[in-house]
């Protein structure tokens, strides 16, 4: 699963590696180190601007936790943070947007919690920071949607939330021991495809979600201050002692 996230990487540079068409700066976002649900970040989208000609390419803020447009309340986005990549295209929640509304969600990289056994007491979770091994951006696999606050009227900038979701996969083996699950990421050869809005065929979009071959991904150990939604900076994803984590030293974290 993806449960945090650290997002550094500035939107000038989204937009040369993604080949981003359309960016608004005054959208910009604070570089963060410790990405949670129902915070802001980046998504790139292709999306015919005001729903009228040709798709184009958008770097967009959304928030993290997809609320269905059918929802009565936003509060279901906490719940909705990621989607399974084998059963997304059924789930009343994520099919609509499956179809149509998919992006992908750009990241340094993402912490899981591994239960470490423990040496005196109870177990402990050991958190990870997972990137690519060669320090690229990791491109997630997203979809968003649309939910209007019908308390609100149609006037309202605040009668519109955009929300999104990241797909998740089964893990590979590097990362199996630390959680069964990862995000499912996708290599610049997909993107296009991926972000198509015309291409709504399910079995042809389902086909899209194959993560790429095993190495391309590197796991280190990092400090317990990724627990704390508080917490936020360059030092939460520094690798820490692994003979540590071994030991059980939690005096280094």
């Known amino acids: 699963m993806c449960g ?18 359309q960016w608004d700066p005054t ?15 980046y998504v790139i989208l292709d999306r015919a601007p005001k729903g009228a000609g040709e798709p184009v390419r ?23 943070i990621n989607a399974r990549a084998d059963t997304v295209h059924e789930k ?25 056994p423990a040496v005196k007491g109870k177990p402990r979770k050991q958190p990870y920071f997972v990137s690519r091994a060669d320090g690229g951006v990791l491109a997630l696999a997203g979809l968003y949607e649309f939910w209007r606050d019908r ?26 021991p630390i959680h069964e ?19 709504s065929e399910v079995e042809e979009v389902r086909g899209l979600l194959v993560p790429p071959a095993p190495g391309a991904l590197t796991a280190v150990p990092v400090g317990a201050g990724v627990g704390n939604i508080r917490n936020n900076g360059p030092e939460l994803v520094r690798e820490i002692d692994a003979g540590a984590v071994d030991r059980g030293d939690l005096s280094l974290f």
């Open 4 to 21: 945090r996230f650290a997002s550094s990487t500035k939107p000038e540079d989204l937009v040369e590696i993604f080949g981003v068409e």
């Open 27 to 41: 959208e910009a976002i604070a570089p963060s180190w410790n990405v949670a649900p129902t915070d802001a970040a």
């Open 58 to 80: 958008q770097l967009r803020v959304l928030r993290w936790g997809l609320v269905p447009a059918w929802s009565k309340t936003a509060e279901t986005a906490v719940k909705m």
């Open 92 to 116: 009343p929640a994520y099919r609509q947007a499956f179809a149509s509304r998919r992006c992908l969600i750009p990241i340094d990289g993402y912490y899981e919690w591994q239960t470490v």
């Open 151 to 176: 308390s609100r009227p149609g006037d309202d900038p605040g009668a519109w939330l955009v929300t999104c979701t990241v797909v998740t996969t089964e893990a590979e083996p590097l990362l199996a």
């Open 181 to 199: 699950r990862m995000p499912l990421f996708l290599d610049p050869g997909a993107f296009d495809a991926w972000l198509d809005p015309g291409l």
